[in-house]
């Protein structure tokens, strides 16, 4: 059973930065694309970004050029720098895996960009 914890998370001013962690643990062999999604009140979940198992980053448009995703397979863990920050972008993140052929999603972890 793959376990997903994700951690920094907070409050910051517009134009902050912040760098969340999703740490993946349990038995694995494998993970292939990691990702992160977000979901601001009474919106839907969206897609943020992900990462390849060889590395390879995408972005949603929302995004692009403010956030970077890595990733650090020997640890089984994504990263999430995120620069620029709008209050537009607050919202729960949750990180989300595919496993083993399993799809794992995190408990979610809160960012909240004030103006």
């Known amino acids: 059973q793959v376990q997903l914890v994700e951690s920094g998370g907070g409050l910051v001013q517009a134009g902050g930065s912040l760098r969340l962690s999703c740490g993946a643990s349990g038995s694995i062999f494998s993970i292939a694309v990691m990702a992160w999604y977000r979901q601001a009140p009474g919106k839907q979940r969206e897609w943020v970004a992900l990462?390849?198992?060889?590395?390879?980053?995408n972005y949603a448009d929302s995004v692009k050029g403010r956030f970077t995703i890595s990733r650090d397979n020997a640890k089984n863990t994504m990263y999430l720098q995120m620069n620029s920050l709008k209050p537009e972008d607050t919202a729960v993140y949750y990180c989300k895996v595919i496993a083993d052929l399993q799809v794992v999603w995190g408990q979610g972890t809160q960012v909240t960009v004030s103006s």
């Open positions: 990462i390849t198992s060889g590395g390879s980053p």
